[in-house]
C-alpha cells in the first residue's frame, strides 16, 4: 500500500502506530494524575503503560509486514522507521518495567514518570518518522523535554536534580545550535524536505558552499550531542550517574537509538551530496570517541559511569557506521543497535538488581564476589560485558554486531581501513574495563561483612534474564536478525542511487 | 542443536563413522553443561553466610587444604557434595570424546585423504557477499590436533580427579576445563577462520578462568587478567589479519584463502602483511617475545592446567594457526623468516632464563616458552610437519613434566601441611632426594628429561632432531634463502636460527637435568617433620603419568627419519600430513624435497646427540645438589644470577613502559587532567572573566561544571566547523 501524504487521512494512517501510543500516553497522564500519588497507583499506570507500549509494538509490527511505503513527504513509511520504532518501544518497554521495582526502592510516587517515558518514546517515533527537517526538531524536543523531567524525578536526590539541569542547559545550548544549522541549511536549499535537499545539493553543487558547510556542521554538533559522541559527550557521565537507573538506561538505549537513527537518515537521505565535506569530520568524531570512551573508562570505579563512557565509547562504533555512508553501513548500524541495546538494558539492570535504596552500591567494590551470593546475576552481567566488548559465543550477539561493522566498513566505497584498526584497538582496550568487572564478580570473594543484595523483583529479574538469553541465542543464529536490518535499512526510491555511492 | 546436516557424500569419508565429528565438540560441551549447573547449585547452598567456604586456596598449590589459619585441624572440608558425579562427568565426556576420535582415526587411515571432509552444520552469518557456514574441517592436520586433545586431554582430566577432588569448587574446575576442551576442539575443527577465531577466544577465556581459579590470592587474578589482555593485544593481530583476508580474498574459509593465496605473488605485500599479523596473533596465543611474560605466570593455576592449556594445547594453537595457514606464510619468506627468528630467538631467551628458576613449574614454564620457540622454528622454515611433530612430542613430555611436578608439590604440600609448615612446596631448594619417596614419579620424570633433552630413540630426540635438519637444509636452496630480512640475506638469517637452536637445546639439556638433580637426588632438604609424610601420589594421579610416560618413551617412532629407517616404518606422520602440508613445505623448497648428503645428515645428529649428552654431563658435573640449603636459609643471589632468576626484568619493564602510563593517563590526563583539571582550571576556577561570562547559567552552577561542559562543547563546535571550512 502506497500512502498518499498529501492527503489529511492517509497522512493520519501513515502515523498509526505514533498516534496509538500519543492518544494513550494522553489517557494514561489524566489517570495518573487523577489520583494521589501511592505505590499502587504508580504500578497500576505502569502496568496500563507496559499495555500500551504492548499494543503500540503490536501495531508497529503489524504495519512492518504490511510492505507500505508512500510518496515523497514530511514523513517516512518504510522499514527503517519500523525497525527505530521497534528498539525504542522495546527500551521504552524496559525502562518502564524496572522503573516499577525501582520507584518502589527509591520512593519515587509519582505515576506520571511512566507516562512521560510513553512521550518520550513517542518523540522517538516521531523522529524515526521524520523525513522534514523541523518535524526532526519537534521530534528531538518532544523526546528531550520528558527527558530533562525524568532524570530530575527523583527530587530527594541531588545529583538527580544536578544532572537534570545540567542535561537541560547544555541540550539547549546544543539545541540552538542544531536549530541555526537546520536554518542555514534551509537558506542554502530553500527546502527543509530530507529529499528535496538530497536533490538539490546534488543539483546546485554546494559541497564548498560556505553556508551549507556551516548548516552541516551545526547540524552534526546537535546530532553528536545527542548521540553523547566526544567531545560533545561531557554531559552524559554526570547525567548517568544521576538519573533513576531505569531512566538511564533508557537514555543509553532508546534515546540513543531515535537521535542515531535519524541522524542516519538525514545524512544518507539530504546529505550524501555532501559526503567530501562531513567525511573527515566524522571520521574523526568516531575515532575520539572511540578512544575517550574507552580510554577514561577504564578508572571508573562506578558502574554507572563505568557504563556512560561505555556508551560514549559504543557511539563511536556506531559513528564509523555513519562514516561508511551506505546501506550495508545502515544494516550493520542496525544490527549493532539491536546488540548494543540489548546488552546495555541487562547491565543496567543488573546495577538495579544490585544496587540499594539511595541509589547506592553502585561501586565496583559492591560486584566483588557476585558469583557467590548471586551467581545468576554473576553469569548474566559476564554475558552484557562480553557482548558490550564484542566477545564470540558468551557475548552473543556483540560480536557479530562488531563483525558486521568491521565488515561494512572495509567494504564502502572509500574503504575505512584505518578506522575498522582504531575500533579493533580501542575494543582491545575496552577488555581492560569489561573484563575487570568480570574478574571482580568471579575472582573475587565476597568482602567480610558485605550484604546480599536485595531479593531481586521479577520485573528486574525478568529483564537481566530475557536480555540474557536473547543476547545469547541470537549469537546463535543471527541471521534472522541479519535479515531483519537488511530489509530495514533506509529506502526512499529516488534516493536510493544517490545513497548506494553516496561518499566518492 | 540440531545440526541441519548436508553431508558432502562424495567424500570417502562420510560413510564412516567420521560423519559424527560433530559430537566431538559437543561432548565436552555436554559436560560443561552438567558441570556448570551442578557448580550453581552447589554455589547457591553455600550461599553468602558462609563466603570463607572458598577462601581455603590461600597457600599457592594444592587445593582443599583450608585454612590452616582460621581452624587449626587436620580434617579435609567436606568433599564437595556433587563430586562423585563431577568425577564421572568430567572425565568421562573426555573418554567418550576420546574413544569417538579414535574410531573416526581408524576410519580415516582406511580411506585416501586427498581431499578434507568438510562438513556443513548450519547457516551462520551472512555477511554482504561472504557466506560464512558453520563448517568443520577434517583433515589429518585438524585429525592429529584432535587426537593429542582429547589423549592427552582425558589424561590430565583423570589426573586432575585425584588432584582436585578436595576443592570446594571443583564441579567449576571441571566445568572450565570440559569448556576448554569444548573450544580447542572447535579451534582445530574449524572449518573458517572466523570458527577458527571462536575457538581461540574462546580458550583464552578458559585459560583466563582457569588461571584465576584460586582467585583469593590477587597475584593469580592479577595473572589472569595480564594473561588476557596479552592476549588480546594477539587477537587484535588476528583480527586484522582475517580483515585482510576478507578484503584482498573476499572469503574467510580456509581452503578458498588457501587456493586464492596460491594466486598472489610470491612474496608479495599482501601475503606478508596478513602473515606477519597472523604471526602477532601467535605471538601472543604461544607466548612468543615480545609477548611471552604472561605464560610463567600463568602458572599460578592449577598445576594440572598448566599442563594442559599452559604446555600440551593451547598455547601450541598459534603453531597450529602457522600450519593451518600454510599457503598464506609459503608466499611471503620475509614473513618466515621473521617467525623463525622470532622463534630461535624466544628459545634462546627463555632457556637463559630457565637456567636459574627455582620454582619448579616456573622451569617448566620457561622450557615451554623455549619449545614452543623450536616450533616456531620449524614451521617458519616451512617445515610443517616438523613443527607439528614436536608439538606432538612435546605435548606428551611436558605434559608428563608438569603432572610429576604436580604430583611432588601436591606430596610436599601434604606433608608441609600435616606439620604446619608454612614453607613453599614449589621451591626446589626446599625438594632433594625424592628419589627414595617417589620412585615412579622419578623415573617417568627422568625418562621426560631425557626426551625434552633430545637423547636419542626417547620422542623428543626424533622431532628436534628433525627440527635442526630442516632448518640446516634451508640454508641454501630454498625461498626462505633468496629472500632477506632487514637487509640480511635469508641465508644468514637462518644460520643465525640454526645457531640460536643449537644453543637452546644445550641449555635446555643444563636446566632439565639440573631441575632433575635439585628435586629428586642428593639429600632431602624438606625439612626432619615432613619427611616421613613423603610418599607416592595416588594411583589415580600416577596412573595417567605412567601412560604418558610410554608415549613419551615411543611417541618418536609416528615419525622415524630415513637415516634411521632401520627401527621402524619411516615418516609415518610426514606421510599422513602429506596432503595438508605438503604443497606449502614445497613451495618453500623450490618445489623438489630436501635433501641433505649422508654424511651431513650423520654429523648433524651426532652433533646433536654430542650436545645433549654434553649438556647433562656438564649440569651433573658442575651443580651439587648436596650444597643447596633450603629456601629460608638462602642467601640473596647476586649479579647474573640474578638478572636471569628476575627473568631479565621484562616484567618489569613491560609494567614501567606500557601498562603504568596507560593507567596513569587514562587517571591523571584524560580524566582528572582534561575533563577536570585543565578545563576546570583554566577556564572555570582560573579565569573569573570566564565564568562571569557564563554568569546566564545561574550563580550556583558554576561550581558544578556545567561551564566546562559548555566549554568544551564550544570548542568542539569551533573545531567542527573548522574542520568543514578549511579543508
Known sequence: ??????????????????????????????????????????????????????????????????????????????????????????????????????????????????????????????????????????GIELMSVAIYVLVGLNRRSPKAAEGSLKYF????????????????????????????????????????????????????????????????????????????????????????????????????????????????????????????????????????????????????????????????????????LVAYTLASYGAFAVVIAVGREGDANNDLSDYEGLWHVRPGLAIAMAVFMLSLMGFPIFGGIGFFGKWYLLMAAIEAPRPLTTLAVVLVLTSVVSAGYYLNVVRVMFMKARPDGAADPERTGSLTRGVVYATAVAILVLGLVPSRVIGWSRAGVPRAPQIQAASVDAPR | MNPAMIPEGAHPLAATVARLVWLLPLLPLLGFLINGTLAMLGVAKIGPADPSANGGHGHGEVPGHADEHAHDDHGHPPRHK???????????????????????????????????????????????????????????????????????????????????????????????????????????????????????????????????????????????????IMNRIGDFGFLVAMLLMFANFGTLDILGVAEQAAELPMGGVIATTIALFLF????????????????????????????LIHAATMVTAGVYLVARASGIFSMAPVAQLTVALVGAATAFFAATIGLKQWDIKKVLAYSTVSQLGYMFVAVGVGAYVAGIFHLVTHAFFKALLFLGSGSVIYVLHAAYHKTHNHDDAQDMRNMGGLRQYMPITFSLMWIATLAIAGIPLFSGFFSKDEILTSVFARISHSTLADASLLGMPGGTVLMIVYGLAVASALMTAIYMARMMLYTFHGPNRTGEGE??????????????????????????????????????????????????????????????????????????????????????????????????????????????????????FVDEGYAAAFVNPTVNASRTVLWKGFDAGIIDGLFVNGSALLARAFGWMGSQLQTGQVGTYAWVLLIGVITLLGAFTFR
Not at chain 1, 547525567?239 to 537518515?265: D, Q
Not at chain 2, 567418550?96 to 573416526?104: D, G, Q, R, T
Not at chain 2, 650444597?627 to 638478572?643: F, H, M, N, Y
Request: glycine content about 10%.
Open chain 1, 1 to 138: 500500500m502506497i500512502f498518499d501524504l498529501a492527503n489529511p487521512s492517509q497522512l493520519m494512517q501513515a502515523l498509526g502506530p505514533d498516534l496509538l501510543l500519543i492518544v494513550g500516553a494522553i489517557v494514561l497522564m489524566l489517570w495518573a494524575a487523577w489520583r494521589p500519588e501511592s505505590d499502587e497507583h504508580q504500578r497500576a499506570v505502569g502496568r496500563a503503560s507496559l499495555a500500551l507500549v504492548a499494543a503500540t509494538i503490536a501495531m508497529t509490527l503489524w504495519y512492518s509486514t504490511r510492505g507500505m511505503s508512500s510518496n515523497v513527504g514530511v514523513i517516512a513509511v518504510d522499514n527503517f522507521r519500523w525497525a527505530t520504532d521497534l528498539i525504542c518501544l522495546l527500551g521504552a518497554f524496559g525502562a518502564i518495567a524496572l522503573g516499577m521495582e525501582y520507584n518502589v526502592r527509591e520512593r519515587i510516587l509519582p505515576a506520571e514518570s511512566h507516562v512521560l517515558v510513553l512521550f518520550a518514546t513517542a518523540g522517538m517515533m516521531i523522529l524515526a518518522a521524520a523525513r522534514d527537517l523541523m518535524i526532526v526538531f519537534l
Open chain 1, 169 to 336: 542547559l547544555l541540550g539547549a545550548f546544543a539545541t540552538a545550535f542544531l536549530l541555526y544549522g537546520i536554518a542555514l541549511i534551509y537558506g542554502s536549499t530553500g527546502s527543509t524536505n530530507l529529499t528535496e535537499i538530497g536533490q538539490r545539493v546534488v543539483a546546485g553543487n554546494f559541497v564548498a558552499h560556505p553556508m551549507m558547510l556551516a548548516g552541516t556542521g551545526l547540524l552534526l554538533v546537535g546530532f553528536g550531542f545527542k548521540v553523547a559522541a566526544a567531545p560533545f559527550h561531557m554531559w552524559a557521565p554526570d547525567v548517568y550517574e544521576g538519573a533513576p537507573t531505569p531512566i538511564t538506561a533508557f537514555m543509553a538505549t532508546a534515546v540513543k537509538a531515535a537521535a542515531f537513527a535519524t541522524f542516519l537518515r538525514v545524512w544518507l537521505e539530504a546529505l550524501p551530496g555532501m559526503g567530501d565535506a562531513w567525511f573527515t569530520p566524522i571520521w574523526w568524531l568516531a575515532a575520539v570517541a572511540m578512544f575517550v570512551g574507552n580510554t577514561v573508562a577504564l578508572s571508573q570505579r562506578n558502574l554507572k559511569r563505568l557504563l556512560a563512557y561505555s556508551s560514549i565509547a559504543h557511539s563511536g562504533y556506531l559513528l564509523v557506521a555513519v562514516a561508511t555512508g551506505t546501506l550495508g553501513g545502515s544494516a550493520a548500524f542496525l544490527f549493532y
Open chain 2, 82 to 228: 556433587f563430586a562423585k558425579i563431577v568425577s564421572l562427568v568430567g572425565p568421562g565426556v573426555l573418554v567418550a570424546a576420546f574413544a569417538l576420535a579414535v574410531a573416526i582415526f581408524a576410519a580415516m587411515r582406511g580411506v585416501e585423504m586427498e581431499h578434507p571432509y568438510l562438513l556443513t552444520l548450519f547457516s551462520w552469518m551472512p555477511v554482504g557477499d561472504l557466506k560464512l557456514d558453520a563448517t568443520i574441517l577434517l583433515d589429518p592436520l585438524s585429525m592429529t590436533m584432535v587426537m593429542v586433545v582429547t589423549g592427552v586431554g582425558m589424561l590430565i582430566h583423570v589426573f586432575s580427579v585425584g588432584y582436585m577432588q578436595d576443592d570446594p569448587g571443583y564441579p567449576r574446575y571441571f566445568a572450565y576445563l570440559n569448556l576448554f576442551v569444548f573450544f580447542m576442539l572447535l579451534l582445530v575443527l574449524g572449518g573458517s577462520y572466523p570458527l577458527l577465531f571462536v575457538g581461540w577466544e574462546g580458550v583464552g577465556l578458559c585459560s583466563y578462568l582457569l588461571i584465576g581459579f584460586w582467585f583469593s590470592e590477587k597475584a593469580n587474578a592479577d595473572a589472569g587478567k595480564k594473561a588476557f
Open chain 2, 280 to 307: 602477532l596473533g601467535c605471538t601472543g596465543k604461544s607466548a612468543q617475545i615480545p609477548l611471552y611474560t604472561w605464560l610463567p605466570d600463568a602458572m599460578a593455576g592449577p598445576t594440572p592446567v598448566s599442563a
Open chain 2, 531 to 648: 619427611r616421613p609424610h613423603l610418599k607416592e601420589a595416588p594411583w589415580v594421579m600416577t596412573g595417567p603419568l605412567v601412560v604418558l610416560g610410554a608415549l613419551t618413551a615411543f611417541g618418536g617412532w609416528l615419525n622415524v627419519p630415513a637415516l634411521l629407517g632401520a627401527i621402524g616404518p619411516v615418516g609415518g606422520l610426514e606421510h599422513f600430513l602429506e596432503p595438508v602440508v605438503g604443497e606449502a613445505a614445497l613451495r618453500t623448497t623450490l618445489g623438489v624435497a630436501p635433501h641433505l648428503p649422508h654424511s651431513t645428515e650423520l654429523m648433524l645428529v651426532g652433533a646433536a646427540i654430542f650436545i645433549a649428552v654434553a649438556g647433562i654431563a656438564f649440569a651433573v658435573w658442575r651443580l651439587k645438589p648436596a650444597a643447596l640449603v633450603p629456601r629460608k636459609d638462602a642467601p640473596e643471589s647476586t649479579g647474573i644470577d640474578r638478572v636471569l632468576e628476575n627473568k631479565y
